[in-house]
């Protein structure tokens, strides 16, 4: 189901520190680009490397490949593509230069926040 896919790459984001996180839902628009964006940012290249690698293993663990990546050479602004799901994971600079979500200011958004972690899942401290 999408909306688990969706919730899986935001938690596979958040897993590696992305900040603001936010699912722009493009279906009411009519775009053929993708049903959803989730768009996030990182504060050094090598965090959003880790965002990107984070998101393709998540995704991968769904039986989800992408179809295409750009950006992993230089680790400013990844694109991971699914097709119906669009990953864009930005360093912060690049994303409040671009301002992607000002583009679809009209689609649906939802802001991902880190759940509270289950107490089976915490280690002993």
């Known amino acids: 189901m999408i909306t688990h896919d969706l919730r899986v790459m935001a938690d596979a984001m958040l897993d590696k520190k992305a900040q603001n996180v936010t699912g722009i839902d493009l279906r009411p628009l009519g775009t053929a680009i993708a049903d959803y964006f989730v768009i996030c940012n990182g504060d050094s290249t090598t965090n959003v490397n880790a965002i990107a690698d984070n998101v393709i293993e998540k995704m991968k ?4 490949r992408p179809l295409r990546t750009q950006g992993m050479e230089n680790n400013f602004w990844i694109i991971i593509d699914y097709g ?11 994303r409040q230069f671009y301002r992607l979500e000002d583009l679809w200011a009209d689609a649906p958004r ?9 107490k089976k899942t915490q280690k002993d401290g």
């Open 84 to 94: 119906d799901i669009v990953a864009h994971i930005f360093l912060t600079e690049y």
């Open 61 to 64: 663990e769904l039986g989800r």
């Open 110 to 118: 939802k802001e991902y926040k880190e759940r509270p972690k289950s």
